[in-house]
């Protein structure tokens, strides 16, 4: 036990060290200082995640959905993992290992207002289980009745065909944040739309 405490603790060293080599713009010394933290632990969910990032950003896309396919693996319980995994994915357009990890978030971190909207946003993204990012969307008003998350209520309940539920939504955030530009303008749309849908009476 003693053994595999020393060789995590020079593996969480090694991760750190690795995040000061980037700050200062030595890649190299940094994927060398991920490489050794990952041989002393290769549990450890950290070192992965930046070499994840650090690949992305290279462009070394081969080696990126390596290392993903193992963290998918290895540190799904943890909430930073599943979120990188998710917009990983998502970039890659790789729907359903998106979806994967996102679930994973939403079923570890409840509470947490993170996953309801990530796996809202990739289900309107992809156009697809909209009811079900009605749902999620409206969990994450819930949670926290902020701005952004009754804008994306708005757009999901759009989506959906719920034109009432997306004018409703779309006030709150515009009421929450008057000065977004973005809301105003969403809400001019759906406004118009809701306006055109419904049936005049009289004649």
Known sequence: ADVANLRTAVAEVCSAAAKVYLSHGDVATAEEQLRVAIDHDPDLAEPRRVLLWLYQKQGRTDEALGEAAVLAEKATEDPAVCMSLGE????????????????????????????????????????????????????????????????????????????????????????RDPQNQEYRRLHQVIEKEHADATPRVGP
């Open 88 to 175: 990983f994915y998502t970039q890659f357009r790789m729907f359903d290992e998106a979806e994967q990890a996102y679930r994973k978030l939403v079923d570890i971190a409840p509470h947490q207002v993170g996953g309801y909207m990530a796996l809202a946003g990739l289900y309107l993204q992809a156009n697809r289980k909209l009811p079900e990012a009605r749902a999620l969307a409206l969990k994450a008003v819930e949670l926290e009745p902020l701005a952004p998350h009754y804008a994306l209520l708005a757009s999901a309940c759009r989506m959906a065909g719920d034109g009432a539920g997306a004018l409703a939504a779309i006030e709150q955030a515009v009421a």
